[in-house]
Structure formats: structure tokens, C-alpha cells
């Protein structure tokens, strides 16, 4: 199961590279503006944010405390980076299992709309039969 895990994550990430380079590409030119873009900071905060969650669930692995060793953060080109690759990765994953499951749900609400209709289609067969039947003993 593992190796069937890696090669899908392999998969994935090789077709969320042309999506990540596309975002860097566009927030590094609004970067070239005088104003700085909000495009380009949220995936510098996202980039950093992943990377101290990265370094928190590292340094949780091996045992070490929080306080034992300092990490400065990344610059903000490696930070863009890594935030825009990990949105491609998410988007990517989040498109891929989305889909099916929004597909599943319609698809359970259109079971459960075609049984509630068919029991009560049902319901009227067995009130016509249940009729039919009280007409006859009258006659």
C-alpha cells in the first residue's frame, strides 16, 4: 500500500509543478510593482508557516523540545517557493478528491429522492388497492 501511496503523491506533485511555477510567476511580477503584492505575502506566510509546522512535527519526531534550538525564517523567495507549491499540492489534492466526493453525494441524493418517490408512489397503489377492495364488498 505504501508504494502505491508514493507513486500517487509522485503523480500528484509532478502535475502540480506547472500550477506552482504559474503562481510564482505571477506573484513574483506584481512583486516588480511599487506596491507589494497581497498575492505574494500570503504565500510568503503560508511558505513560512508550513516550514515551521515542518520544523515543529520534525523536532516532535526525534524528541526534542521547542525551546533547544532556533530556527531563522526562511528568506522570502524560498518561502514563495515552498507556499506556492504546497497551494499547488492542496489544490491539486483537493480537486482530486472533491470531485468524487461531491459526485458521491449527488448521487446519494438522487438514490434517496428516487426511494422516497417510489415509496410513495407506493403508498398510492396500496390506498387505490385498499379501495378497490371496500368498493367490491359494498356491490
Do not use: W
Not at 497551494?87 to 446519494?108: M, N
Not at 410513495?120 to 356491490?139: C, D, G, R
Request: with cysteine; charged share 25%.
Amino acid at each position: 500500500m505504501i508504494p502505491f501511496q508514493k507513486l500517487a503523491s509522485l503523480v500528484i506533485r509532478t502535475f502540480s509543478k506547472p500550477l506552482s511555477n504559474q503562481i510564482k510567476r505571477y506573484a513574483l511580477n506584481k512583486h516588480r510593482s511599487r506596491k507589494p503584492s497581497f498575492i505574494k505575502a500570503a504565500f510568503v506566510l503560508f511558505g513560512n508557516q508550513y516550514h515551521n509546522l515542518e520544523k515543529y512535527l520534525n523536532r516532535k519526531s526525534i524528541g526534542m523540545k521547542s525551546q533547544e534550538i532556533f530556527f531563522k525564517p526562511l528568506s522570502d523567495e524560498v518561502a514563495l517557493t515552498k507556499g506556492s507549491d504546497k497551494f499547488a499540492d492542496i489544490f491539486v489534492y483537493a480537486c482530486i478528491l472533491g470531485i468524487p466526493l461531491i459526485e458521491l453525494y449527488k448521487s446519494q441524493a438522487d438514490s434517496a429522492k428516487k426511494s422516497q418517490d417510489q415509496d410513495t408512489a407506493l403508498l398510492q397503489v396500496q390506498t387505490v388497492i385498499i379501495q378497490t377492495k371496500q368498493s367490491k364488498q359494498i356491490f
